[in-house]
């Protein structure tokens, strides 16, 4: 890439002139203006956004941490946050984390010697204290880590309610739910709301609960192995879409119907639920608009803009497919 | 963060003497050096890597330019990235470009100001010419730009011959084509390993060939108007698994079975395709690996390290499942 200096070369005139054009800043005369901004244009010069940031300690640069963009819902997220972003003049630096708190701290380190300019978490390990440390605006998203760290989450409770009185007004009389990790906080918040909706009913087994590790190949195991022990259950509420993909798969290798013979809603509506056969039945989260919201408010902070709310609690929404 | 300064006052020495011990050039004694490393410790100093780039020029950082993250085919392909970027010590910027020319261009000189050290791209419409003008080595992946450009893409003509001789082999007799785009030249390579296989056969029509855009919604739409027209075809190779996932979804609205009426193989080897029912049969690209080579190969030219090879072209694979 050229440098000034050889702008000033071609342009015949100082440094500190194709400065001030740059800049637009002190006196130039028209003519050696137009001389300094054809040799900008002939030499490709691009002014020097790593100068700058040693300067301002900034680098229109924003970190995006997820534990693993393979996750389907991940992709969406960071599609939003990119987008955003680079209509506001800031770039994405892209970490998968793998929720391992080594990780974790190796990334911070360097995204701070980079002079990130602040920082979209997804994360269950990185404690309120480590993120206040890093002296650079923080947004965490999915997961709430502290009331005062900036946050964009879903009503996981409400939705776990939702997804189950659904299956309750189709007409299902034994429901079990499809638990994720016990360690993410939005898997035991989906499991109260699906607790709340069924403990007064005569049939609530505490066994009807079953772990499935938000992803598929455990979802498939623990589904068989509910439905072989309690062929009963007509219906399945799973904690994420890719594990109600899973109990479909299971549904279907014991010679039994989706939804006939058992009905799967999932949560999160990742374009994925769509691609199922038979289509899921799902709680959509507003993933977008989740991460447009956080690299929005992120870059607010960065920019030091009035903000008026830093605590956004969505609400999702019941999208019928056909397996229901 | 703490800067030298402080560090040099929290050690009671001069900055000039913290650079030292930091850098581990010159003289400096080993009370001093242990006062300076607590002092770095206890100020959690980050040695500055802007400062770093802007007097070598490089950043650490690479670019990866892709048309679209939420394209299932991209995800495993940025995590092979990252995870290969990160532990040779390079973080990564995340590009959508939706191969959008304008978008393009925008990214170039924003990732040339802040002195990336190179670029890994996925593009159908940068020409040789403006990448050799960037001046930092480049690398790309999927799609062939030009053969003196390092690239990275798999057989795709003999990977539309293995899957079309497969559905032969196992009993189609009137195989169809759900082509990808026309500007995407491993769309027309694929195309061609299929014609290659049938156009000597007494049942073949060019009208067997049609165009799914390597989307969903507009092969499901192709397929069932190629199945309404010629009920006879009983097997389909898709030129990637999204539009396979179309075509399954297609013959089930026409009441047909999947693979007993209609065998239907894919191409990519996306995890989506596991998930599918039934599970899709496909030519597997070896995703991740393309991207681990890409990283690898970029940052050796990144740091002028003895390449042997700058163009790879690998091999696919049959994996054989239920749609077929």
Redesign the interface.
């Known amino acids: ?1 050229a440098t000034i200096k050889e702008v000033a070369k071609e342009a015949g005139v100082s440094v500190a002139t194709v400065s001030r054009v740059i800049n637009n800043n002190g006196y130039v005369n028209d003519e050696t203006r137009k001389r300094v901004e054809k040799a900008i244009q002939s030499l ?1 010069y ?6 700058r ?2 300067f301002k ?1 900034q ?1 229109q ?1 924003i970190g ?1 941490m997820v534990p ?3 996750n ?1 819902f ?3 997220l ?2 939003a946050v ?2 955003t972003a ?1 209509k506001l003049g800031y ?6 984390t793998d929720e391992d708190i080594e990780k974790e701290q190796m ?1 911070l ?7 990130i300019d602040g920082l979209i978490v997804v994360s269950n390990t990185l404690t309120a204290k480590q993120i206040k ?1 890093l ?1 650079v605006p923080v947004v965490t998203v999915d997961r709430e880590i502290s009331k005062d760290i900036p946050t964009i989450i879903v009503q996981n409770t409400a939705g776990g309610r939702m997804a189950t009185r659904y299956l309750k007004e189709i007409g299902c009389e034994r429901i079990a739910h499809l638990k994720g990790p016990d360690h993410i906080r939005n898997a035991n918040e989906r499991c109260c709301g699906y607790k709340e909706e069924v403990h007064n009913e005569p049939w609530f087994k505490e066994d009807y609960i079953i772990e499935g590790h938000y992803e ?1 190949e455990s979802a498939i195991k623990a589904t068989y192995q509910l439905l072989t022990r309690y062929p009963d259950i007509d219906g399945i509420f799973a904690g994420n879409d ?1 594990m109600a ?1 899973g109990a ?2 299971a549904v ?1 290798q014991l010679g039994k119907k989706v939804p006939d013979d058992v009905a799967v809603i999932g949560f999160d509506g990742i ?2 639920a ?4 038979p289509e899921l039945t799902t709680i959509a989260q507003p993933i977008y608009e989740m991460g447009r919201m956080a690299a929005n408010l992120l870059i607010d902070l960065i920019e030091k803009k009035k903000i008026e709310k830093t605590f956004y609690n969505l609400e999702v929404e019941l999208v019928k497919r056909q397996s229901t």
């Open positions: 890439m490709n691009q002014p020097n956004d790593v100068a940031s040693l300690k680098s640069t995006l693993d963009i393979m389907p991940f992709p969406e960071a599609r990119e987008d680079s770039t994405v630096i892209l970490c998968n990334y380190n360097t995204l701070l010697r980079k002079y440390r002296n598929m890719i993909i479909i798969k279907h374009a994925l769509k691609a199922a056969t």
